[in-house]
């Protein structure tokens, strides 16, 4: 017999924030399913999608503006989504309720114990050829710039992991990886550094930007400050690595470095004026986004990843 839920104790839902920040669940995806379900313009007055908005809260909304079962399936798709379907909605579900501490029905315990199964599978496995995939063919250090402080704290709902310890606002760089498999069935590995445009750190960037393999600007749209100040960081990047780079694999060949230009927010581009000719003058590969979320950004990340690999199995002497 299922358990009809309609609300969660405080106590409930920290246990639930704990698990989803555990598996770096993407709150963004979460944020902006709400915001399609709901009337838009209703929350925007009544200021429920304030950028500060903590996960519990969000939580809290879904719950009482939908309801509970509706929360859980957003959250069982987006899992499921974010782990490449290896495991299923039924049974991110079956985890939720656990964590919870509600009463399974027998086919939640169904579904707990076909991952079991898998897990067990999947422990033997990894035991004994786990090594073998998990060195990437290449290696690509790619330089991000351009966004502010607010905007940098959404790189996690991209599913890119930190590297290592790093903070914009002390020393101007934070780190990233992403592992991707490209079109050719090579496994890459891109390292970003989402380096600070703030001025105390002018003097640190162009040694931040030696040996990148490729660069993502982002410039506000219809913003002319962040315009130049994308053409700031392009010479910046040009002064410090003369748009080539190498490869340890390919001695004494220069690789020509990708440049790639996107252009963030909802406002309409300027004629004449806007990022696609900044990108045609720079030789730069141009992208409009309307905002960070992970549905709008693997084509970057894919793109980039695909040049550069293509770039180094044909490179020019």
């Not at 998990?134 to 790619?142: A, D, M, Q, R, S």
């Not at 440049?259 to 004629?271: A, E, Q, T, Y």
């Not at 960070?292 to 490179?315: A, D, T």
């Amino acid at each position: 017999m299922n358990q009809k839920i309609e609300s969660l104790t405080d106590g409930q839902i920290a246990k639930l924030v704990g698990f989803l920040k555990k598996i770096n669940y993407p709150q963004e995806e979460l944020k902006y399913a709400i915001k399609k379900k709901l009337n838009k313009s209703t929350l925007v007055k009544n200021d429920n999608f304030d950028n500060s908005i903590k996960l519990e809260d969000l939580i809290r909304l879904g719950i009482q503006e939908i309801d509970f079962e509706w929360l859980i399936s957003q959250i069982s798709m987006d899992v499921f989504t974010l782990f490449e379907k290896s495991i299923s909605r039924g049974q991110v579900k079956a985890i939720i309720k656990r964590v919870l501490g509600v009463i399974l029905s027998s086919t939640d315990r169904s579904q707990l114990y076909e991952m079991r199964k898998k897990i067990r599978k999947s422990e033997k496995f990894l035991t004994y050829f786990g090594e073998w995939g998990k060195e990437p063919g290449y290696l690509f250090k790619v330089i991000i710039t351009g966004l502010d402080d607010y905007q940098s704290r959404k790189l996690h709902s991209l599913h890119i992991a930190p590297k290592m310890s790093g903070e914009r606002i002390t020393i101007g760089v934070e780190f990233y990886t992403k592992t991707i498999e490209s079109y050719n069935k090579s496994f890459i590995k891109l390292q970003f550094w989402n380096v600070s445009g703030n001025k105390r750190f002018e003097f640190l960037r162009e040694r931040y930007y030696k040996g990148a393999s490729a660069m993502i600007i982002f410039y506000e749209k219809g913003n002319q400050e962040s315009l130049k100040s994308a053409k700031k960081y392009y010479s910046e990047f040009k002064k410090a690595t003369n748009l080539k780079f190498k490869l340890i694999k390919l001695k004494d060949v220069y690789i020509d470095t990708p440049i790639i230009l996107v252009g963030l927010g909802g406002k309409s581009l300027i004629p004449l004026e806007g990022g696609p000719y900044l990108a045609k003058d720079l030789g730069a590969t141009y992208f409009d986004k309307n905002e960070i979320r992970r549905g709008e950004f693997e084509e970057i990340f894919n793109y980039v990843s695909v040049e550069l690999v293509v770039k180094c199995q044909n490179p020019k002497k």
